[in-house]
């Protein structure tokens, strides 16, 4: 058998939740000095609570326990564990883990263990999640799912969107002055992520033609893959999710579309409200999405 574990930077739905069986790795929110674990101990609604007091929650990365906890477990039941961490350039949670899990291999050669980085995470780690999970139920050999999953993660596109620039001037991706400017004129900011983390693409006045335009690169660049499965994921903004989702269904008829709930972990660099959508390049070698009736 073979577990899969998502951490807190790769986003989940209930679909997901009834659908797999997979482990769930918590990182922590900090406010006020205080740890808290992602979803466990706080919810987003709880941390963007704060956010609009003006505190700027920190975040940390997993607890090397935690963990080997669920090593030890997955062990006990002689699973072996493909582990889908948030981008290393977000979080320093894949240095930690890989170097752990090489550890546990050395003392436990009777297991297969490996983490993969997800190059992102939200929606787009959810898209490698899901495709690693059906690897699992239709029986591939765990070193194929790695290395499927290894590769699927160069090739999804992040296309996403916030409701202000608010929290990207806090961040240091905006300057003050541009962010005062933005506001004042409705500009949204347009996202994207590349080998150094979530990059400022362009700034768009108006929310409909960022839309419009996030629309377009994604028709261009799913190209002929237009049957696969596209994920949105929003930050506490589900009516600019499913408003979004029918305008990627208008484009891309044959596609499956999934809505997702952004983790308190993303929101608290990304701010409150916005959404993305996240989807394939190219057709994965091994490429298992069913669609739900």
């Known amino acids: ?106 003392n436990h050669p009777d297991m297969k263990v490996e983490v993969v980085d997800s190059l992102g995470g939200s929606g787009g780690g959810a898209l490698l999640a899901i495709q690693a999970m059906e690897m699992v139920k239709h029986g591939l050999p765990f070193e194929t799912i790695v290395e499927q999953t290894r590769k699927n993660a160069q090739h999804i596109k992040y296309h996403f969107t916030l409701n202000n620039l608010n929290w990207l001037v806090k961040g240091g991706r905006v300057s003050k002055v541009a962010g005062a400017a ?31 335009k996030i629309i377009q690169d994604v028709k261009e660049g799913v190209g002929t893959f237009d049957d696969q499965l596209v994920t949105i994921s929003h930050v506490n903004d589900i009516e600019s999710a499913e408003k979004l989702e029918n305008m990627v269904k208008t484009a891309l008829p ?6 997702l709930d952004l983790g308190a972990l993303l929101a608290v660099h990304l701010g409150i409200g916005g959404v993305g959508v ?11 999405y069913i669609k739900e009736n």
């Not at 506001?183 to 419009?212: C, F, H, M, S």
């Not at 044959?254 to 809505?259: M, N, S, Y």
Request: glycine letters at 4%.
């Open 1 to 106: 058998m073979i577990k899969v574990i998502i951490d807190s930077g790769i986003d989940q739905n209930d679909f997901m939740k009834k659908e797999y069986d997979y482990e769930f790795l918590p990182l922590s929110v900090i406010i006020n000095d205080k740890d808290y674990l992602d979803q466990k101990e706080i919810s987003l609604k709880q941390v963007h609570e704060y956010m609009s007091q003006g505190i700027l929650p920190k975040t940390s990365q997993i607890s090397p326990q935690s963990l080997l906890d669920i090593l030890n477990d997955c062990r006990s039941r002689n699973e072996d564990v493909l582990y889908i961490s948030i981008y290393s350039q977000f979080s320093g949670t894949f240095q930690v883990a890989h170097s752990l899990i090489n550890e546990y291999k050395t």
């Open 182 to 212: 933005g506001t004042a004129l409705n500009i949204k900011p347009y996202l994207t992520v590349d080998d150094t983390g979530i990059i400022v693409k362009k700034l768009v006045r108006g929310q409909e033609r960022i839309y419009k």
């Open 254 to 259: 044959h596609v499956a579309t999934q809505i």
């Open 278 to 288: 996240f989807y394939f390049d190219e057709k994965p070698d091994h490429y298992m």
